[in-house]
């Protein structure tokens, strides 16, 4: 019995080292998920684009907007189903208007997470 006992907590102990992340962090989709985004940030960096586009890939809608600078794109997940549930690549600061935020919400194409992030930046 304490054999059986032993080999329990050993491979308890093993299998807690193998588990994904709690909240979703590293985990495969969530690697992806950045990995859509880094994929066209790169792609684009040398071409700044002057007016937010909305693209597609792997069933995931992605929102590019200009820097504030303007001096590069910023890649949105409008949907992410991993954690973090709000994906920009890269860091920095944007506006939208009211009327790409409307579209974007009556459209229900992102998530609530990411509605409240963009709502905090409508240009006023």
């Excluded at 304490?2 to 962090?25: E, H, M, N, Y």
């Excluded at 944007?94 to 009327?99: E, G, M, P, V």
Aim: aromatic share 10%.
């Amino acid at each position: 019995m304490k054999q059986l006992w032993q080999f329990l907590v050993l491979a308890a102990l093993v299998c807690s080292g193998c588990s994904p992340a709690i909240d979703g962090r590293e985990s495969f989709g969530d690697k992806h998920e950045w990995s859509i985004l880094q994929v066209r940030e790169y792609a684009t960096r040398q071409h700044p684009v002057a007016a937010p586009a909305f693209s597609s890939h792997a069933g995931y809608i992605l929102l590019t907007v200009p820097s504030h600078d303007k001096s590069k794109n910023i890649w949105i997940m409008l949907s992410p189903k991993s954690p973090p549930f709000y994906k920009q690549l890269p860091q920095g600061d944007y506006t939208i208007s009211r009327s790409l935020f409307d579209v974007i919400a009556k459209q229900g194409v992102a998530s609530s997470t990411v509605q409240e992030v963009l709502a905090s930046h409508i240009a006023e």
